[in-house]
Structure formats: C-alpha cells, structure tokens
C-alpha cells in the first residue's frame, strides 16, 4: 500500500525552517537519503526544494518532497503561480494575511507514503509548516494551523 498526498500551503514571505524540521522521523531513519536546492542568501534560508527518502528493507520507500513558488525573487518548476492568480482574481478573500501580502509564497508538501507512521509524520510536518508561516493549506478548506491540527493531527 503507498499513500498520496499533497497539500497546498500560501502564506507571506517568511524565511524557511531548517531543513531537518521537515518530516523529522525521516532524518533519524537507518536508511535515508535528502535534497535540496537552495538560492538567495543564507539569512534569507529562501530555498525551493525539499526531497527526503526513507528506505525500508523490503525496497518500498517513502518519499516527502517539497516545492516553494514565491510572488517576488524566485521561482520553482513546479506548478504553483496558479495559487498567486487565483488570490489575485479574489480566491482567499476572507484570508487578511493573504490578501495584504507582500510576497506571497505557494508550497506543495507531498508525500508518498509506505506506511501510515510515516504519513502521520507528513500530517505533522504540514501543521509545523502552516505554525511556522501562518499560512493556509488552500487546498484542504483553507485551515490555518489550529484548523488543520485539529481535522487531522489530533
């Protein structure tokens, strides 16, 4: 069985965790593997990718990646702008810290999951993620970081 998931993440410009912060259980697995890529300066940590691989013995892996598209200085080639046009055409018009924002940033966090553990691990990496930014997963109601914890963490 493999678990897919992808959830949407906007919110302001604000500079990324630390790499090691995102589906942690993975960095701690016997075999594993990461990537990024990164851009900017390092005190902005405005980096655009995210790969992580967590191998198990019978060849089944999990897979985390995430992809960041941001309004001003910089971009990604994963498909993301569209979440920017559709803020800009009154999406989200409910959403303050949205429609004020200066630099309004798109993630996608995925996951491709082995096992359930690990995809509860994804679940709270996406709350982390939307804690640390205050930002909405857009495509799963429009929860904030509480919303989304409550739904589907707890």
Known sequence: MKIYSEIIVLYEHVAMPGEDDFCPAFWQAEEF???????????ARDWTTLKLSKHYANGRNSDFHLYVHREKG????????????????GM??????????????????????????????FLR???????????IAANVGGFDAWDFKTEFVD
Do not use: M, P, W
């Not at 593997?33 to 005190?43: R, V």
């Not at 910089?74 to 055409?89: K, P, W």
């Not at 989200?92 to 509860?120: F, G, M, P, T, W």
């Open 33 to 43: 593997d990461s990537e990024g890529d990164f851009y900017g300066d390092d005190e």
């Open 74 to 89: 910089g971009d990604t080639t994963h498909e993301l702008a569209r979440y920017i046009q559709y803020r800009n055409e």
């Open 92 to 121: 989200y018009k409910d959403k303050k810290n949205l429609q004020e924002a200066r630099n309004l940033c798109v993630a996608a966090l995925e996951i491709r999951a082995a096992s359930l553990e690990d995809y509860r691990e």
């Open 125 to 135: 990496t996406v709350h982390f993620f939307l804690e640390h930014t205050g930002g």
